[in-house]
T-cell receptor, first 108, second 113 residues
């Protein structure tokens, strides 16, 4: 099973851009890369999904290099409400690839 | 639309008791899954279903049963609760492909004493 790896925690100041990188060392040819956000006492929420190069939506950007062995989620100008745990998934079955996530704490 | 609804929100059980965690969805999604989340462990898959009448085991299935008689409902049963099953349980749905985004409920917090 493809397994993603992420760092555990990071702090950032309000208004800064936050970049979170994930490794997808065993990603398969037809796997998509998907990112989720989870607030305390809530279920994870879909943020963005991509296959290669760059994807952007109203919430974030996702950068995927040509070899697809990693991905970077970019949150522009974070606010306090962006404090959450962020998960990357890069496995064809999605459901089996949740890691421990990356805790982002936004500081005033 | 309510999306994914989990009930109850909180539950306390004694060791050996049984109970069913309910999950209902109104999005007509084919795929449904159950996860548990423990501190520092991320989410781990318990059971999943790719459609009515079809279920399969995930990463941590022991101690849990599921059935999928309708598209809308995917209950998770604990036949004999154990303290190790103290956790937060999340139900999720996917539209119809394994790479379509997961939609999660808000969870059931279960404590087994």
């Amino acid at each position: 099973l493809a397994k993603t790896t992420q760092p555990i925690s990071m702090d950032s100041y309000e208004g800064q851009e936050v970049n979170i990188t994930c490794s997808h060392n065993n990603i398969a040819t037809n796997d998509y890369i998907t990112w989720y956000q989870q607030f305390p006492s809530q279920g994870p929420r879909f943020i963005i999904q991509g296959y290669k190069t760059k994807v952007t939506n109203e919430v974030a950007s996702l950068f995927i290099p040509a070899d697809r062995k990693s991905s970077t989620l970019s949150l522009p100008r974070v606010s306090l409400s962006d404090t959450a745990v962020y998960y990357c998934l890069g496995d064809g079955s999605n459901r089996l690839a949740f890691g421990k996530g990356n805790q982002v704490v936004v500081i005033p | 639309n309510a999306g994914v609804t989990q009930t109850p929100k909180f539950q306390v059980l004694k060791t050996g008791q049984s109970m069913t965690l309910q999950c209902a969805q109104d999005m007509n999604h084919e795929y449904m899954s159950w996860y548990r989340q423990d501190p520092g462990m991320g989410l781990r898959l318990i059971h999943y279903s790719v459609g009515a009448g079809i279920t399969d085991q995930g990463e941590v299935p022991n101690g849990y049963n599921v059935s999928r008689s309708t598209t809308e409902d995917f209950p998770l049963r604990l036949l004999s609760a154990a303290p190790s099953q103290t956790s937060v349980y999340f139900c999720a749905t996917q539209r119809d492909r394994e790479d379509s985004p997961l939609h999660f409920g808000n969870g059931t917090r279960l404590t087994v004493t």
